[in-house]
Each structure stands twice: as C-alpha cells, then as structure tokens.
C-alpha cells in the first residue's frame, strides 16, 4: 500500500500561483491530481506516468497547470499559474492503477488526504 501526503494549498488571488507537492511512500508508475468543489464529483485535473513520459490535463487547465514529478524522491508536483476562482476546490493526489494515464477515478487505487486551493476574484 502507499501513502501519499499533499502539500501547498492555499488562499490566492485570481491570476495568482500554487505549487501543489505530493510525496508518495514508495515508487509509483501512474500519478494523477483530481480535484473537488463542494456539491460536485471528483474530477480529473492532470496525470504524468513515470519518468514523465507521459502527460494529460483537463481541458480547461492546460496551458496553465504543469504536472512534473521527481522519481529520486517519489514526489509528484502541480503548479499552477493563472488561477481562477472556478479553480478553488480540494485537490487529491492518487496512484494509478495501470501502466497508461487515465482521467477516471476508478483508475487509481490509492489516494491522498487532499489539500485546499481557494482563488478569490
């Protein structure tokens, strides 16, 4: 089993920066960030495979999240520039479950506790 422990969140302002971290307890191949807003169901953000390889983001994120991971220290990043306020919500690191990148929940086997991001206008 692994344990994951976010890091980062805070309280910023529309156009302002996070670097959102995640530490994982042993290697991982697949990780992925999720986030969820009171009243709504998880969703998919960003996902790097190992070695980063392999990157996908959330429509609405890209060009303005970049997901990067450091294997030597199983930790997996989430910076995050242009903040809007459609962006505050609690964000989730997870580990997949496969090899390839996937955009569901069902897809990930362990999760984080979550950390909160809140973009005011």
């Known amino acids: 089993q692994v344990q994951l422990v976010e890091s980062g969140g805070g309280l910023v302002q529309a156009g302002g920066s996070l670097r959102l971290s995640c530490a994982a307890s042993g290697r991982t191949f697949v990780m992925g960030w999720f986030r969820q807003a009171p009243g709504n169901q998880r969703e998919f953000v960003a996902a790097?495979?190992?070695?980063?390889?392999?990157?996908l983001y959330k429509d609405s994120v890209k060009g303005r999240f970049t997901i990067s991971r450091d294997d030597a220290k199983n930790t997996v990043y989430l910076q995050m520039n242009g903040l809007k306020p459609e962006d505050t919500a609690v964000y989730y690191c997870?580990?997949?479950?496969?090899?390839?990148?996937?955009?569901?929940?069902?897809?990930?086997?362990?999760w984080g506790q979550g950390t909160q991001v809140t973009v005011s206008s």
């Open positions: 997870a580990v997949g479950k496969m090899t390839t990148v996937s955009t569901q929940v069902s897809g990930y086997e362990y």
């Open positions: 790097i495979t190992w070695r980063g390889l392999s990157t």
